[in-house]
């Protein structure tokens, strides 16, 4: 394709300047390190018709030193009639559009061609010529960016043809290289993949983000370039999201199907008709256990109450044997000699240490036996499930009422 069109830098008069902004010249220079490629289709011929509706540019220094003022010259806008304020507003985009097509022909000459399209959008934006809107995908297919190309170049083709238009209906929107812009579309086309949705029925979207950016819904299908990219669904509720990992392929349309977001609802079986259900399953295993504990709380309940009898025993013997071993005063031998400080130290050591045993294991056999008497209580009592329940917990027990 042969580059975009580029305005005479030259003074030349404003109406030249006029034909070179609405219809690409065919002297169009290049320098030799971006000239175009072979394969370049002819510029076309500008059609007589059009000269009326291309916008005007900015006349040359000296243009406008020999020029009359206009009839809203140097007036405030509040003084100027409808019409005059159109007139101005028109100027006004037209002389816009001059400099972003200029900057744009200094940019693609110097093969910045990203920031060339950028300045043929802006053009654009001002006046709206197809010629402009070429050049965009131009720029586009130059800078090594297919997506923004084949945008450019289906927007292109979506404006009407000059040759289906009778002369008199033709203006700067209509095109007139529909050929080379499908050759084009064609080949960058081949270049990217497209990204559209299958919804399943009854599935409301309230966001989706093709690679982390936001994207509208009604933007799809989406253009993308070949490879994987996450797609983010998301849902009216706020817990209603899901994410998809869709492989884009060169040249083809994916379809990434989007299934209805699952209701976490909890739903009990039916039990069958005569089987206890599995509450009633636990309970009897539970109560199976607490009759176990209780028969094991039973014996180590007899075998600390036998150990207590013993050393209770034990200790009330030590108690006598110190007693009697104590003397009111002094005691003496047959002699009438002293034989001590009349205090048996050794039987009272053997008291002390028995009765601290003998204590200890009272509140053992205490414990046991009130834990052992609780458990035999829910072990053996009939109840349903909704009566309390004894569960051990390790040193103790839990109760649930």
């Not at 190309?149 to 700067?172: G, H, Q, S």
């Not at 083809?252 to 609802?265: D, K, N």
């Not at 003998?358 to 458990?375: C, P």
């Not at 349903?384 to 040193?395: D, F, H, K, L, S």
């Amino acid at each position: 394709m042969r580059g975009p069109i580029r305005l005479g830098l030259r003074r030349v008069s404003s109406a030249a300047l006029a034909l070179a902004l609405a219809w690409p010249v065919a002297a169009h220079a290049q320098p030799a390190e971006t000239a175009p490629p072979a394969e370049a289709p002819p510029e076309p011929q500008r059609p007589p018709s059009l000269e009326a509706d291309a916008p005007a540019p900015e006349a040359p220094p000296e243009a406008k030193e020999d020029a009359e003022p206009g009839p809203d010259d140097g007036r405030s806008v509040e003084s100027l009639t409808p019409e005059e304020l159109a007139r101005r507003q028109e100027q006004i985009r037209i002389d816009n559009a001059q400099l972003h097509y200029q900057k744009a022909g200094s940019h693609y000459e110097r093969g910045e061609y990203a920031e060339a399209a950028v300045e043929y959008e802006l053009s654009y934006a001002a006046v709206p010529g197809a010629n402009t809107l070429y050049n965009v995908a131009l720029s586009h297919e130059r800078a090594g960016e297919p997506v923004a190309a084949v945008k450019a170049l289906r927007r292109y083709l979506a404006l009407p043809d000059c040759a289906e238009l009778a002369p008199a209906e033709r203006t700067i929107r209509c095109t007139s290289q529909r050929e080379d812009a499908a050759r084009a579309l064609a080949k960058q086309r081949r270049l990217v993949g497209e990204l559209q949705l299958d919804p399943a029925k009854g599935v409301e979207l309230r966001e989706i983000k093709v690679g982390g950016r936001t994207v509208p819904l009604d933007d799809f299908p989406i253009l993308l370039l070949p490879g994987e990219v996450d797609v983010e669904f998301f849902g009216i509720g706020s817990e209603q999201g899901r994410l998809r990992v869709a492989r884009i392929k060169a040249g083809q349309t994916s379809t990434l199907y989007v299934a209805p977001f699952r209701q976490e609802v909890v739903v009990t079986p039916p039990q069958p008709p005569g089987n206890p259900d599995d509450e009633l399953r636990r309970q009897q295993q539970r109560q199976r256990a607490l009759r176990a504990t209780f028969w094991i709380g039973t014996g180590l309940t007899a075998t600390s109450g036998v150990a207590l009898a013993v050393m209770g025993g034990l200790t009330v013997r030590e108690r006598r044997d110190f007693i009697d071993s104590k003397c009111e005063r002094l005691c003496q031998d047959p002699n009438g000699q002293p034989l001590g400080t009349g205090f048996p130290l050794e039987q009272q050591a053997n008291f002390e240490r028995y009765k601290s045993v003998t204590n200890a294991l009272v509140g053992v056999t205490v414990a046991l036996g009130v834990t052992t008497a609780l458990v035999g209580v829910f072990a053996f009592r009939k109840r349903n499930r909704e009566q309390a329940r004894v569960i051990p917990t390790g040193p103790g027990l839990a109760v649930r009422w």
